[in-house]
């Protein structure tokens, strides 16, 4: 199936801890992103890459590195995690321009106890 | 900078009910206009688009959107609700410098038998 594929789709972990999500799309689009869903339901763009290159950075705490080895994959890792972290993680991908659409993953629900 | 704006936190509508869920927005340029549904514990689906063209956009499910430049608004519509339309639906516009999409903060659709 041609998708935006996340793994893992729930996590549960402990402050203080490091954990990566995983991003792959098969859609050969060349732009990914990752979004995060807060416990309001509020969507808000984190990073973007470009063919590998990144080209949003929004204003989030160091802690989270984004990580593309190639433009079907793009990464998340949080080091250090905190309560606040907690959120639902949407994975991504346009092609261009964007006239074609975005594709969403299914997220993953990340929950720091 | 681009913003959406979705007044309604909850709609809520009888089956078989015409339903609009509403949505304005603000960008430079030409926008690139989004509607996508979450369903409980879900991804993002896509549901339609308004690049260019006919300002009366149909999407999957029986939804359809109108564009309206000079009231800047693209509000979601279905002439017959449906007990199963009852999630949550965000309105997005492409931030043509960026590509990303922002989105706005949701309106829950309650469908009522």
């Known amino acids: 199936d041609t998708a935006v594929s996340q793994t893992p789709k729930y996590l549960v972990t402990q402050m203080g801890n490091d954990k990566s999500i995983k991003c792959e799309q098969n859609?050969?689009?060349?732009?990914m992103y990752w979004y995060k869903q807060d416990s309001k339901k509020f969507l808000k763009i984190m990073f973007s890459y470009n063919n590998k290159e990144l080209i949003i950075n929004e204003t989030v705490p160091n802690r989270f590195s984004p990580k593309s080895p190639d433009k079907a994959h793009l990464n998340l890792h949080i080091n250090s995690l905190e309560l606040g972290d907690s959120a639902v993680y949407f994975c991504?991908?346009?092609?261009?321009?964007?006239?074609?659409?975005?594709?969403f993953g299914s997220g993953t629900r990340l929950t720091v106890v | 900078a681009q913003s959406v704006a979705q007044p309604e936190d909850q709609v809520n509508v009888a089956e078989g009910n015409p339903l609009t869920v509403k949505c304005t927005y603000s960008?430079?340029?030409?926008?690139?206009l989004f509607w996508y549904v979450q369903y409980p514990n879900r991804g993002l689906q896509f549901l339609l688009k308004?690049?260019?063209?006919?300002?009366l956009v149909k999407g999957s499910y029986g939804f359809e959107a109108e564009f309206n430049k000079s009231q800047t608004s693209f509000h979601l519509k279905k002439p017959s609700a449906l007990v199963s339309d009852s999630a949550l639906y965000f309105c997005a516009v492409r931030d043509g410098g960026r590509r990303a999409l922002t989105f706005g903060s949701g309106t829950r659709l309650q469908v009522q038998p």
């Open positions: 308004y690049i260019t063209g006919d300002n």
């Open positions: 859609l050969g689009h060349d732009t």
């Open positions: 991504a991908s346009s092609q261009g321009q964007g006239a074609s659409g975005y594709t």
């Open positions: 960008v430079s340029g030409n926008p690139y």
